[in-house]
């Protein structure tokens, strides 16, 4: 791994795909493999106008990290990084950056398959869509309504959208 781009990284800033991928280039590696998260126009049918991403900073950091050396113990051989952004995006933004290399491609892809599976399931950081509709958060359910029960009923429009 290069001592130059850390292996996990949670910033406002712009995110770099070069930066993530020297993470986890070196000399052994025979593949490296990238995937790159970006803001779409649309979700579940409706139009997205920007996003904002927050965050708890020190577990979501700290639980990236966990989640890439799980995968290097699962994996030997793989190195792998992930990179994510908060704050205001705007459509075609990179949100989540993550790569890894390998000495062989499926080790590669595999692994990076992975760190953004494991990243969207695990780690606290928090999306709200913005749309002609108003802004709503992705995922989330109130609390005050019943399992089953549709939230629209008197929280204004529906509070969970995948």
Not at 156 to 161: L, M, P, V
Request: hydrophobic share 45%.
């Amino acid at each position: 791994m290069s001592d130059l781009s850390p292996a996990v990284l949670l910033s406002a800033e712009v995110l770099s795909l070069e930066a993530v991928v020297a993470a986890v280039s070196h000399p052994g590696a025979g593949a490296v493999v990238s995937f790159v998260g970006a803001v779409r126009d649309t979700n579940a049918g409706h139009a997205v106008t920007r996003l904002e991403y927050e965050a708890y900073p020190s577990l979501a950091t700290a639980e990236m990290g966990r989640i890439l050396a799980e995968i290097a113990a699962e994996l030997p051989g793989v190195c792998v990084a992930v990179h994510h952004r908060t704050g205001a995006l705007e459509v075609g933004d990179a949100a989540v950056i993550c790569a890894a290399s390998a000495p062989h491609r499926e080790e590669a892809f595999d692994a990076c398959r992975r760190v953004i599976d494991r990243v969207k399931s695990r780690v606290p950081i928090w999306k709200r869509e913005h749309g002609p509709d108003g802004p709503y958060w992705v995922g989330w359910k109130d609390a005050r309504c019943a399992p089953g029960h549709d939230a629209q009923h008197a929280h204004g429009r529906t509070a969970h959208r995948s």
